[in-house]
């Protein structure tokens, strides 16, 4: 697929045909925000107009042509989307009665085929759903270990940040906790052994050739298809648009109604302020105020209502309620954020 640098300029397309084929993105876009932990899509797209963005909306001279501009994850999905439209309008326009319904249909097929485009150049396969059902998948003991495996291929494919210590086995948790309708402690105890059965079963078999064919490189499917493009997600705790060399949280980026806020951990923060801000002082402010014996109910009050407030995912914030061992440790990790702040704990 095609990713044009930074702005794009068109004027192939007319305005009801990028509306159409914007918002049929919608949903495609918050869950790309939401799994690479953006809370703030600075996205601006002009075309006469249509304008969306606040930072497009007040543009004093009209541009000629279609203009993109932003650093969002979501831009280069627009991008490659809107020259699939263009593409599909130059080769069938001529005998198409309605032009935005049309382009609305075939984004609505083709978007799957540009996201798949990702993954296969990320070296992941292209369709993790059918992996439960190949030898491997059949190889194992039973539909919760072909679970496991089914989104640990997904897993390998996004390009989202992969943070360390356990982030992967809490999401493969959580995500089997919804498929099989257990609590996420329960899988949190199986899925590190699940995970070794699985290494071990895809590790037998023909090796795949990584490489080319005149220096090809042999490795096991597990190694080219999951270890490779997992260590190539970036080892980082939060991405968002308001990291150093991305545009500031502020004036001129909207926010995503949809999007989760980033919440794997609290911690010390000495750089400027950013999204995950607001929920670490909410949680910090609570604790301080309460004494001991009332901390476990103070935080439990204090998630729910994040959640509540879109702060949070609720689904993040079940886990943390459902699983003693992790309030403990977020008890602890509050604790010294206050320490490091400066504060004082109230001891009763």
Sequence with gaps: MVSLPSPLHSAELSTEVVRAAFDEL???RSRLHASHLVTRCDLGLVLRELRYGPAARRGRQAPIGLVLSGDCVCRDLVVDVLHVATTFLTEHGATITNPPGAVRVH????????????????????????VRSNRYGRALPDEEHRAVLGHLVDEAGY?????????????????????????????????????????????????????????????????????????R?????????????AARWGHDQVADPNAQSAFTAVEVRDADPDPDSVVVDTVVRRMSEV????????LRSTLLGLADGGLLPRQRAESLLSDPDGMDDLMSRVQTVIEARGGRVNRG
Aim: aromatic share 8%; with cysteine.
């Design 159 to 231: 390009s989202a940040p992969l943070p360390g210590g356990g982030y992967l086995v809490r999401r493969l948790a959580e995500r089997c906790a919804a498929e099989f309708g257990k609590p996420v402690p329960y899988y949190l105890e199986r899925v590190p052994a699940m995970m070794s059965t699985i290494r071990r079963v895809c590790d037998t078999g023909a090796r795949v050739n990584v490489g080319t064919r005149t220096a090809p490189e042999y490795v096991t499917w597990y190694d080219a298809y999951i270890d490779r493009p997992l260590g």
């Design 291 to 298: 004494s001991p014996s009332a901390w476990e109910a103070g």
């Design 26 to 28: 919608k949903d495609i």
């Design 107 to 130: 984004v609505r097929k083709r978007v799957h085929d540009v996201l798949r485009s990702y993954r296969c150049a990320r070296g992941a396969q292209a369709k993790p759903k059918q």
């Design 233 to 245: 997600r970036p080892d980082t705790a939060v991405t968002s648009l308001s990291d150093d060399g």
